[in-house]
C-alpha cells in the first residue's frame, strides 16, 4: 500500500512539477493563482454588498411603505372587554410607577391573562387527545388570544410618543422610543412580548403540562409536526391569519425602531420578533425574556 502522501504515477508527477515551475510557466501559473484569488475575494465583496443592499432595501422600504395596524382585529380586541369579569377594568399596573399614556391597553393587558387562562382549561380538557390543536374550543381560545395580544402590541407602540412626552413635562428627558420599550420601569418591557408569546405558544403547538399546573412548548430540538405548521402558511386558514397578524407586528416595531438600535440595546426583544415565513426554521423558544 502506498503512503498517503504518495503519488500512484510519480514519473507524472514529477514531469508536471517541472512544466509548472519551469522559467517559461512559472510566472503564468503565479499570475494565474493570484488572478483566481483575486476572483474570488471580488466574487465575496459583491455578495456582502448585495447583502447589504438588501438589508439597506428592506430598511427603507418600512419607511416607504409602512405596515398598516389592522384596526378589525383591535376593535374585536376591544369589544371582548365588555363580556369580561369587573376585574379586568382594573385601572393600574401594579408592577411600574409609569403607566400607559393609552387607557385602553391596561384592560387589555388584564383580559390577555383571562384568554390565556381560558387557552390553558381548554388544552387541558383536551391534553390526551393526541390533536388539542385540531379542537374548536382550543381553535377558538387560541383566536381570541392572538388578537387581543396583537391589539396590545400595537396600542403599546402607537403608545410609544405620547409616552415619552408625558416623561418629558415630568422632567424625564433623553427617553428615546428604544429606551421606552427596554427599561423595566416602564410598562412597555412587557406588553411589547404580548403578542409575540402569544404567537410562539399557538405556532409553537403548546400543550397542557400537569406537574407544573399550565400550558408550555416542548424543546426546541423537538420538531412541530407538518400537520400542526402547514396551516400557518396556507392562505384561507384561521392560522394563517394568526400568522400576517404576527409579521404585521414584527413589521410594525421596525417602523418604530431600528433593528440594529433594538439589537444594540436589547437582543432579546429582536429575538422574539423575527417574521415567521415558510423559508425559515421556525424556533419555539428564542431565548429568555425580562422578568
Known amino acids: 500500500m502506498l503512503p498517503a502522501s504518495s503519488s500512484p504515477f510519480p514519473f507524472t508527477s514529477m514531469l508536471w512539477r517541472r512544466v509548472l515551475f519551469s522559467p517559461v510557466l512559472s510566472p503564468i501559473y503565479s499570475l494565474a493563482k493570484r488572478a483566481t484569488a483575486a476572483a474570488l475575494n471580488c466574487l465575496a465583496s459583491i455578495r456582502a454588498s448585495l447583502f447589504a443592499a438588501s438589508s439597506i432595501v428592506q430598511r427603507f422600504s418600512i419607511y416607504l411603505f409602512p405596515p398598516v395596524i389592522n384596526q378589525e382585529v383591535v376593535q374585536f ?35 390577555y391573562r383571562f384568554c390565556e387562562e381560558k387557552l390553558e382549561k381548554a388544552l387541558n380538557a383536551y391534553k390526551d387527545d393526541p390533536n388539542p390543536w385540531e379542537q374548536r374550543e382550543v381553535i377558538d381560545a387560541a383566536d381570541t388570544y392572538m388578537k387581543v395580544g396583537y391589539a396590545i402590541g400595537c396600542l403599546t407602540l402607537q403608545d410609544l410618543q405620547p409616552f415619552i412626552e408625558n416623561l418629558k413635562e415630568t422632567k424625564q428627558q433623553g427617553i428615546t422610543p428604544v429606551g421606552a420599550l427596554i427599561f423595566q420601569n416602564f410598562y412597555q418591557h412587557r406588553a411589547f412580548y404580548y ?42 386558514t384561521i392560522q394563517n391569519s394568526w400568522n400576517q397578524l404576527y409579521n404585521n407586528y414584527c413589521r410594525l416595531i421596525r417602523s418604530y425602531v431600528t433593528e ?32
Open 195 to 236: 403578542c409575540t408569546n402569544a404567537y410562539h405558544m399557538i405556532r409553537g403547538g403548546a400543550i397542557w403540562d400537569d406537574e407544573d399546573g399550565e400550558m408550555m412548548l416542548s424543546s426546541n430540538s423537538i420538531d412541530i409536526p407538518e400537520t400542526h405548521s402547514k396551516p400557518f402558511y396556507t392562505q384561507g
Open 260 to 291: 440594529k438600535d433594538l439589537e444594540a440595546h436589547d437582543t432579546r426583544h429582536v429575538k422574539w420578533t423575527q417574521t415567521d415565513t415558510k423559508d425559515k426554521n421556525f424556533i419555539k423558544n428564542p431565548g429568555p425574556q425580562p422578568m
Open 77 to 111: 380586541a376591544l369589544s371582548k372587554l365588555e363580556s369580561c369579569p369587573p376585574s379586568v377594568s382594573s385601572a393600574q399596573l401594579l408592577y411600574t410607577k409609569r403607566q400607559p399614556i393609552d387607557k385602553r391597553i391596561i384592560p387589555l393587558m388584564n383580559l
